[in-house]
C-alpha cells in the first residue's frame, strides 16, 4: 500500500495554514492543506474506518475530542459539550480552510493565492456509535436536516463567504475518515466550478425557454415516470437522466426556490422524510453501499435566482474514477437511470 | 461489500449499446453503457487485480482472450494475434463507446442523446505479467509512447471524432480492473468538459498576455525552480503549482504545440524516457502508490492553436474523491506541491 513519506519536506510543513491557489492554466482553485496530511491513514484512500473498539471521536462520552461544538441539539438539562445532546455540530479539527485570513487574491501576474479562509464545519448524526443514518429513525435525519439548514442559514450571513457546500461521506469508498455518521459543510469565499458551471447553464436554458431548467424536469419527470424513485408534498426523487455514477438519485424540491436557505422548517422535516426514504432503497438494494450527498444552491448573498433551483443529489460509489473521468471530467455509468428506478421503486421495507 | 442487483431490469440491458445522454440541467454529456455493468466486479470500487494465477487476459499465451488486434509491435517471424509481440494495442472488451452509429444528438427539446460512438482502445504494455510500467526497462515505455502515438494519430484522422483521451489506470485505487500493466483510448465526437473549460481559459490568457499560458508557464518554473521534478532537452516535469492530488506531476514539452499528434517520433522517444524517471521517482518515493496517467491535447480538425499547448499529468491517487470534490468540482489537497517536488527530485535510484 502506498504511503506519503515522512520526508522532512512533508512534516514541516503539517503547522502551515491553508492557502487558496489558483492553477494557472485554467483559473481553478485549489486548496492546498497540509495540516490534513497529519491526518491518520492520509496515505491509504481505502482508510480503514475506526472500528467501535476505537476511541471514536464522535460517540458520546467522547465530546472532548473534538472542538468546542458551534450548536447541538441536546437535553435542556445538558451541558455543551457534554452527553445529552441528538444532533452536534463542531468545527472539523483537519480544516479545509480557516475562518482567519485575508480572501483577497494576490500574485505574480501568473501565480495567484489567498489566505484558506473559509468554514469546515462537521455535523455528527447520532450520539451512538452508528455508521449508517438509513439505519437510524426518520426522526433523527430530520433533526440532522434542520442542523443543516441552520448552519448553511448561519454561514451565509458571513459577508466573506460567497459559497456553502454540504456534503456527506458515507463509507471508506466514499472518502469517510471515521465511521460514525456524519456530514460537512465547507463554506468558502470563491464559487466552485460545478456551481458556476450550473448557474451558467441554467441561465442560457432560462433565456431560450423562458422557464426554470430544474422546474421544466420536474414537469418532464412526471409525464415520464420512468425514473422516479420516490414523491412526497414538497419533493421528487429521480435517478438522474444522465447519472454519473450507477444510481445517482436526485432530490427535487418542487417549490422554486434558488437557495436551501429559503427552506422553512417544515419543508426541512419533510426533506428528512424522503431523504431516509431514498438512503434506505439504495442501502437495501445495494447492500449498504458507499456514498456521497452533495447540496446544490445558488451563491450567498445575491438575489432570489428565477433560473437556478436547489437540490441535493445522491452519488453511489460503486464504480471508482479512473483515467478518463480526470482527464475529461466525462463520465461512464454502465447502469442505465431508468433500469436503477425500476431497482429502487421495488426495494422498500417488506412487510 | 455493497454489490449491485442481478435484478432482470439491470441485466437485461447487458446488450443494450452504449448511448451518449446529455444531463438537461447542466448540458454535461455522459456514457450510458450498460455492457461495462457485465464486466467482472463492477460492483466494488476496491476491484481486487487478478493475480498472476488467474488466467490474465493481457499475458502473451492469452491472445485469444481480447479482439483481435489493431497493432502490435512484434518479432518478423510471429503473426498477429499470437505471441511474439512486444506492445500490442486491441479494442476494449467492454467498451464504453462503439465505432458504429449516429453521433448526431436528437432529442424532445429537453432530454437529448446520441448513440455512443467513439472508440476504446487498450494498449497492454507489456507480454510479461508486469503490473508496474515503473519496473519495466526503459526502452519498453519508448516503445508503449510510440504505440500511443501512432493510435492517437490514427484516430484523429476519423471525421466523426473530435477528441482522443489518452489515459493509464495504475493499480485498484485508480480504477484498474486488470493488474497487467496497460493504458487505454478513448475518442469521442464530444469535447469533454475538461478541455473545453481548459481550451477557453487559455484563449482568454492568450488575449490578455499574448502569449500561451504553458509556455509562460515553462518560463515562469524554469525563473522559480522549486518545483521543478526533472527535465530533458524536450521536456520538463514540474509539480502542478495548484495540484488537485498529492504529488501530482506535470510533463510539459519544452516547444510549442497544441496537439500530441504533432510529436516526431524521435520526441517520442524522449517522452518515454521523462515519463519513465517520473513514474520512477513516484514509484520509489511513494512505496507503488495508484496512479492515473492522463494527455491533454486540442481537439481534431482544427488548426494548430497558438495558445493551447498539448501536455501530460500524471495523478498519484493518495486520497479518496469525497462528497466535496463531486459537489463542487474544487479540490483539497494536503501536500504543498514544492514539498512533493523535495521528495521527488531527491527520490532517483541508489548506485
Request: aromatic share 10%; proline share 10%; charged share 25%.
Amino acid at each position: 500500500m502506498a504511503r506519503v513519506p515522512t520526508h522532512p519536506a512533508i512534516t514541516g510543513s503539517y503547522r502551515r495554514p491553508p492557502e487558496w491557489r489558483m492553477n494557472p492554466v485554467t483559473g481553478e482553485w485549489v486548496i492546498i492543506a497540509p495540516e490534513r496530511s497529519s491526518r491518520p491513514m492520509l496515505a491509504s484512500p481505502h482508510v480503514t474506518p475506526r472500528t467501535v473498539r476505537d476511541p471514536c471521536p464522535f460517540c458520546t462520552g467522547h465530546e472532548w475530542h473534538t472542538p468546542a461544538e458551534l450548536r447541538a441539539y441536546r437535553s435542556p438539562q445538558s451541558k455543551p459539550n457534554e452527553a445529552g445532546w441528538r444532533v452536534r455540530c463542531v468545527p472539523n479539527s483537519f480544516a479545509s480552510v480557516k475562518p482567519e485570513g485575508n480572501a483577497e487574491p494576490h500574485g505574480d501576474g501568473y501565480f495567484f493565492r489567498a489566505d484558506g479562509v473559509g468554514r469546515h464545519e462537521l455535523f455528527v448524526e447520532c450520539p451512538q456509535h452508528e455508521p449508517n443514518l438509513a439505519r437510524l429513525p426518520v426522526e433523527q435525519i430530520r433533526e440532522v436536516v434542520q442542523m443543516w439548514r441552520e448552519r448553511f442559514i448561519e454561514a451565509s450571513s458571513d459577508p466573506k463567504l460567497r459559497y456553502a457546500q454540504l456534503f456527506k461521506n458515507h463509507g471508506a469508498d466514499a472518502g469517510a475518515s471515521v465511521e460514525h455518521a456524519h456530514s460537512q459543510l465547507i463554506a468558502t469565499p470563491m464559487i466552485p466550478p460545478v456551481i458556476s458551471e450550473e448557474l451558467r447553464f441554467a441561465m442560457l436554458f432560462q433565456e431560450e425557454h423562458d422557464e426554470c431548467a430544474y422546474c421544466e424536469l420536474l414537469h418532464r419527470e412526471r409525464v415520464d415516470g420512468s425514473r422516479e424513485v420516490a414523491e412526497s408534498p414538497s419533493f421528487v426523487a429521480v435517478a438522474a437522466y444522465a447519472g454519473r455514477q450507477p444510481f445517482e438519485t436526485w432530490i427535487v424540491p418542487r417549490v422554486h426556490h434558488s437557495n436551501f436557505d429559503a427552506i422553512t422548517t417544515e419543508a426541512a422535516d419533510e426533506l428528512g422524510t424522503i431523504l431516509w426514504t431514498v438512503l434506505r432503497k439504495l442501502d437495501l438494494a445495494l447492500e449498504g453501499p458507499a456514498y456521497n450527498l452533495v447540496f446544490h444552491s445558488a451563491p450567498f448573498h445575491e438575489p432570489p435566482s428565477a433560473y437556478y433551483h436547489w437540490h441535493v443529489e445522491v452519488l453511489p460509489r460503486l464504480t471508482q474514477l479512473a483515467g478518463y473521468e480526470w482527464g475529461t471530467g466525462s463520465h461512464v455509468n454502465p447502469i442505465r437511470p431508468e433500469d436503477a428506478a425500476v431497482v429502487l421503486r421495488e426495494s422498500a421495507e417488506k412487510g
